[in-house]
Nanobody, 120 residues
Framework: QVQLVESGGGLVQAGGSLRLSCAAS????????MGWFRQAPGKEREFVAA????????YYADSVKARFTISRDNAKNTVYLRMNSLKPEDTAVYYC?????????????WGQGTQVTVSS
């Protein structure tokens, strides 16, 4: 099992910034990626950003490109999401995701979620 501990959510005014952190521990995989998803009330969970651990390739949803930055600290096995120019529509519970590859399949692990609220 992989355990994910998130932190950094909170309440911020529109235009402000927040940084989310997610520390992974437990089982290790030779190939894996970490990222963030979010779920707003009444909506489905959606992809936000991801980063691969080997090459550090990054991927973003169109709605957050140029505003959010995902990064990693290999030594701490931690992924960060820097969120700038926040908008009320960014309000959601943000979930950390760990995707590990084993035996040719990908296995997903999820954090408990952290609330981000952006006031207008």
């Amino acid at each position: 099992q992989v355990q994910l501990v998130e932190s950094g959510g909170g309440l911020v005014q529109a235009g402000g910034s927040l940084r989310l952190s997610c520390a992974a521990s437990g089982r290790t995989f030779s190939s894996y990626a970490m990222g963030w998803f979010r779920q707003a009330p009444g909506k489905e969970r959606e992809f936000v950003a991801a980063i691969t651990w080997s090459g550090g390739s990054t991927y973003y949803a169109d709605s957050v490109k140029a505003r959010f930055t995902i990064s990693r600290d290999n030594a701490k096995n931690t992924v960060y999401l820097r969120m700038n120019s926040l908008k009320p529509e960014d309000t959601a519970v943000y979930y950390c995701n760990y995707k590990g590859r084993s035996g040719g399949i990908w296995i997903d692990y999820w954090g408990q979620g952290t609330q981000v609220t952006v006031s207008s």
